[in-house]
C-alpha cells in the first residue's frame, strides 16, 4: 500500500521509483518534512502557488520532485514588469539527493552548508549526521531568520548563521565536508583550508555554463577533482552580475560590426560538452538563443557580456549543410570594446584543437595561488 499523497514518505516513494535516492538518505528524505521548510507562497515555474488559496495544489507541489522558487529579486519590493531573479528556492528533490550522494558524508562527520536558503538541505544534513554536526551559513539575515525557524519547527537545531558564505565559517572549522547550494564561478579558498582533508561538492561556473557540480577532494593545500551532473542552481551574490531582459543588454543595434562565419551557433547551442569549453574561454558573457515566431526555423544566438557594453548576435537560417568544410557561411554582429563572438569562437576552435573532449576529461585544481581547468591530468592546463 503506497503512503498519502503530499507527505514525506510519498516524496521518498516517487524519489525511489526513479532511483534517485541513494539508501543512506531515504530515511532523511521520508522523515523530514518539506512542508515545514517553504513559505505560504511558492512558485513551481510560472504557477504561484498559495498555501491559503490552493491547500491542496500547495501541498501537491511541495511533495513532488520539483524546485519550488521562494524568493525572488533578493525579497525587494518590484514595480510592475520589472525583471523578476529567482534568488532563493528549495531545490529540486532529486537533485539534492544527486549532491548530496557526490558529498558522500559519514557518521561523525562535520558538515559545512553554504548557502541555507530555506533550511530543508540543511534539516536533512542534521537528521541524518546529528544537529551537532552540521553548520549552514547564509549572506540573507531574513533568510537566516526563517531557515532557522524552520528546522526548529522540524526539531532540529544545526547552527544557522548569517555571514558571507565565500568566507566559510571558521568558528566550526575543520570540516570533513563542504557543501554550496548556489553556483561559484571559483572555488574559495576558505573552504579549502577550512576542510583540510575533506571533499568540496559546489555548483560550478561562470555566465556562459554553469551546469556543472565540481567535486574536489583536500590534501596538501590544494583541492583537486572533476565534474558531473547538470544542476542549475541560483548564483553567489557576491560579485553577482547583473540580469534583465534581452532589451536591457542590447544597445547601439545600429551601430554593430557585422561578419561572417563558417561557425553554426548551433553548434555551441546545441552541444553541453562544446558549451563548457567554451564558457572557460568566455566565462563573463551568458547567452540565449531566440527562435524566430513565424515557424521558419530561424533563430538569432545573442551573446551579452555582463558589463552590459558588448555584445554580438549570430543568425542561423536552416537549410543547407552545417558540417565542418561547408562553405556555408552565417552572419555576425558584434557591439563594444569586445568582440564575443570572435571570443566565443576562438574558444569552441579550441576545443575542437583537443578533439573535442567531453567535460568528463577536465577537472578542477584549486591553491591558495588560484584556480585552474585542465584537461585529462592537472599539469594539461586548459583554462
Known sequence: MRPPASTPRHLAEILADSGAVPAEWADAIAVVPRELFLPDVVEAGDEVISRSGSPERWLAAVYDDVPLTTQINDGRALPDGAYRLPTSSSSMPSVMLE???????????????????????????????????????????????????????????????????????????????????????????AWVEQAPAGRIVAPWGGSFFSHSFAVLDVADGEAHGRFSGYPAFMRTRTGRPPRGYLSDFLHHTDEDTPSRTALSPLAITGDA??????????????????????????????????????????????????????????????????????????????????????????????????QHVWLDDPSNVVG
Open 99 to 189: 549532491m548530496l550522494g557526490l558529498l558522500d558524508v559519514a557518521e561523525g562527520h562535520r558538515v559545512l552548508e553554504l548557502g541555507a536558503g530555506t533550511g530543508y538541505n540543511a534539516g536533512l544534513l542534521a537528521h541524518r549526521l546529528g544537529s551537532g554536526n552540521v553548520t549552514t551559513v547564509d549572506i540573507d539575515p531574513v533568510l537566516v531568520e526563517r531557515a532557522a525557524a524552520n528546522l526548529r519547527a522540524a526539531g532540529l537545531r544545526p547552527r544557522v548563521v548569517c555571514g558571507e558564505g565565500e568566507e566559510g565559517w571558521p568558528g566550526g572549522a575543520p570540516y570533513e565536508r563542504v557543501i554550496a547550494t548556489y553556483t561559484v564561478p571559483e572555488i574559495p579558498y
Open 273 to 370: 560538452d562544446a558549451q563548457f569549453f567554451v564558457g572557460l574561454g568566455v566565462p563573463d558573457a551568458w547567452h540565449l538563443l531566440a527562435d524566430a515566431d513565424d515557424a521558419s526555423g530561424e533563430a538569432t544566438w545573442w551573446l551579452l557580456a555582463d558589463d552590459g557594453r558588448s555584445w554580438a548576435a549570430a543568425e542561423y537560417v536552416p537549410g543547407g549543410d552545417t558540417e565542418a568544410g561547408s562553405d556555408r557561411t552565417y552572419t555576425i554582429g558584434q557591439y563594444g570594446p569586445r568582440r564575443l563572438w570572435d571570443e566565443a569562437e576562438r574558444a569552441y576552435r579550441s576545443w575542437e584543437s583537443h578533439d573535442r573532449p567531453s567535460r568528463d576529461r577536465a577537472g578542477l585544481s584549486v591553491a591558495r595561488t588560484g
